[in-house]
């Protein structure tokens, strides 16, 4: 068995760095706060935190609660989808006068599906610094769990809450080679599912991550065919913030290719590899040659 470490963290080196750095007045910092798991509060955040003249927040009370977790009080204004081109002004006239302004929402990084884009648009327009301060974010979490080998990804978030709105919503996305995300809320997650099973082929992978950095954490994988039975068997499923990943379509010639695999091995069942690779070269205006030379390593010869 190997030693187990522990770790003082109050006496990490990395602990003053945090101090030591520049965090510039009049600025408005964007700061990502956790997801789930109020460990992954970053160490730069904090400090930040510590320093900022006010904290604008979706919900003051939950992040007047999470600042206290952390020692720390302070002067908050609320900023959510109902107020922010007003608070925008305001924020705008408090970096004019100097202040330091945080900007969190109630979890993961603003602007992100959650409020926080048009007060950044407002700072940005008025000439204003902003600092992002990166940390979690529950697609990425969930994007890094999934095994879906992709290089891109295409952030849809939230689909509309009516079943047309969401028909219309996936209609283009059916052709989107990147893996798609999608924020779901718990009470609606059956409808996401069947919408999804409606719009896509059964045999597309999809990953459900719930409670991503919580106690009851649950990241599934299966096809979408199986998703809305493994989604029903358990009332517990129905529960928590979701991330739904759903794996891109095929490439086009991926899927050419595919097509002519599939003809070819129907036809390799009746007829010689000559005829078969002749014939799936004319069904699917493959190359003959390319197509025999399949033809043969299926038959083994």
Known sequence: MTEQQTIDIARLPVMGEAAQQSYPTATLYVVATPIGNVTDMTLRALHLLALADVVA?????????????????????????HNEREVADKIVERLRAGQRVALVSDAGTPGVSDPGARIVDAVRTAGLNVVPLPGPSAAITALSASGLVNDRFHFVGFLPAKAKGRE?????????????????????????VEALVAA???TRQVVFARELSKMFEEIHRCTLGEALAWV???????????????EGAVEASDAEDIEAERVLQILLTECSVKQAANLAAQITGRKKNALYERALQIRGE
């Open 200 to 202: 896509f082929e059964p």
């Open 57 to 81: 927040c979706e919900d003051t009370r939950k992040t007047g609660a999470l600042l206290q977790r952390f020692g720390l009080s302070k002067s908050t204004i609320a900023a959510h989808q």
């Open 232 to 246: 029903k068997a358990d009332a517990h499923r129905e529960k928590g913030e979701f991330v739904v990943l759903v």
């Open 168 to 192: 219309t919503a996936l209609a283009p996305l059916t052709r989107e080679t990147s893996t798609l995300v999608f924020y779901e809320a718990p009470h609606r997650i059956v409808d996401c």
